[in-house]
């Protein structure tokens, strides 16, 4: 028999040659794994590093790749970033002058930037009926209420209520101690 793979349909998007390092590009697409694409966008709108901008822009375009294929018929708001990776690109190399002649090396790094997009488990899993869901609730708050009134009824003045070890000792020994002194 012939193994049959599912695979789940992504949509990816990808920026190469980014003037900004691997390393400050991936503090930014941590941030973003796994969210959905209106949040993520709110995420790098307000982020304070130079590369959100990058990172922003090829997000977009991940969502403009889902919008426009006719078979997926995929809404941008119910995507989620499936994956997102920055790999490092090629690395300019250059030199200072220093002093006494010398001459000191300038890495100028580069990145390519890749998100993937998915459909959004939670929007594509049908939705339960809201009524059935809130019955629930209703139907678990007298039950609970009517319990609590008869721990109420049942314990007395003598019978101290239920009360954690650490809590009833210290206040046992203090009374004991100011009825020794009095006496």
């Not at 790098?44 to 922003?56: I, N, P, T, Y």
């Not at 919008?67 to 030199?95: C, I, M, Q």
């Not at 580069?110 to 869901?133: D, G, Q, S």
Request: charged letters at 30%; proline letters at 7%; a positive charge.
């Amino acid at each position: 028999m012939a193994a049959v793979e599912t695979q789940k349909q992504t949509v990816r998007a990808q920026a190469k040659y980014v003037h900004s390092s691997a390393r400050k590009a991936r503090l930014v697409t941590d941030l973003i794994r796994g969210r959905s694409v209106p949040e993520a966008r709110t995420v790098l709108a307000f982020s304070q590093r130079a590369v959100a901008k990058d990172v922003e822009k090829v997000l977009h375009s991940a969502v403009a790749n889902a919008e426009s294929r006719p078979d997926l018929h995929w809404n941008g708001d119910d995507l989620v970033v499936a994956t997102v990776y920055v790999d490092e690109g090629p690395t300019l190399k250059r030199f200072r002058p220093r002093a006494r002649g010398r001459a000191s090396a300038i890495h100028k790094r580069m990145c390519h930037i890749t998100v993937e997009l998915a459909p959004n488990p939670r929007a594509a899993a049908p939705a339960k009926p809201a009524v059935a869901e809130a019955k629930t609730p209703r139907a678990r708050k007298p039950k609970a209420a009517a319990e609590e009134t008869v721990v109420e009824t049942t314990a007395t003045a003598e019978e101290p209520t239920a009360v954690a070890p650490s809590e009833e000792k210290p206040k046992a020994a203090r009374r004991k101690k100011k009825t020794e002194g009095s006496e």
